[in-house]
C-alpha cells in the first residue's frame, strides 16, 4: 500500500487547508480500502509524532484529538481510495508536517498510537503564520 499526502501550504491563523491522502497499491494487500484504518499524523520541528484523526473501516465512525477537535473534519471516499482532512480555523500551533497513515489489522484502542500503523507517506507540510 502507498500512501500520498498532498494540500499542505501556507496559511494565516484562521485559515483553512484541506489534505488528501491517496492510497494505492496492488489490491492493497489482498484488503479492500474500506478495510483500512487511515489516519492523520503531525509532526512539529523538535516534537514527537501526535495523532490528530482516525477514519475507521469501513465508515465505523471518526476520532479526533483533543486540540483539533471542531476544527478538523476527517473524511474518505472508499469508491476513489482516498481521506481527506479539512483543517478549519487554523492556528500557529497546527505548525507540522502531516502524515497520513494506514493499517487494516489495527485494533480501535491503538488508532493513535503512530506505532500501531504499517503503512506511511511522505506526508506534507502546513504552517500558519500568526
Known amino acids: 500500500v502507498q500512501l500520498q499526502a498532498s494540500g499542505g501550504g501556507l496559511v494565516q491563523t484562521g485559515g483553512s487547508l484541506r489534505l488528501s491522502c491517496a492510497a494505492s497499491?496492488?489490491?492493497?494487500?489482498?484488503?479492500?480500502?474500506?478495510?483500512?484504518?487511515i489516519s492523520w499524523f503531525r509532526q512539529a520541528p523538535g516534537k514527537e509524532r501526535e495523532f490528530v484523526a482516525t477514519?475507521?473501516?469501513?465508515?465505523?465512525?471518526?476520532d479526533y484529538a483533543d486540540s483539533v477537535k471542531g476544527r478538523f473534519t476527517i473524511s474518505r471516499d472508499n469508491a476513489k481510495n482516498t481521506v481527506s482532512l479539512q483543517m478549519n480555523s487554523l492556528k500557529p500551533e497546527d505548525t507540522a508536517v502531516y502524515y497520513c497513515?494506514?493499517?487494516?489489522?489495527?485494533?480501535?484502542?491503538?488508532?493513535?498510537?503512530?506505532?500501531?500503523?504499517?503503512?506511511w507517506g511522505p506526508g506534507t507540510q502546513v504552517t500558519v503564520s500568526s
Open positions: 497513515a494506514a493499517d487494516s489489522s489495527i485494533i480501535m484502542s491503538s488508532t493513535a498510537n503512530a506505532a500501531a500503523y504499517d503503512y
Open positions: 497499491g496492488r489490491s492493497f494487500s489482498g484488503r479492500s480500502f474500506s478495510a483500512y484504518v
Open positions: 477514519s475507521r473501516r469501513s465508515g465505523s465512525g471518526t
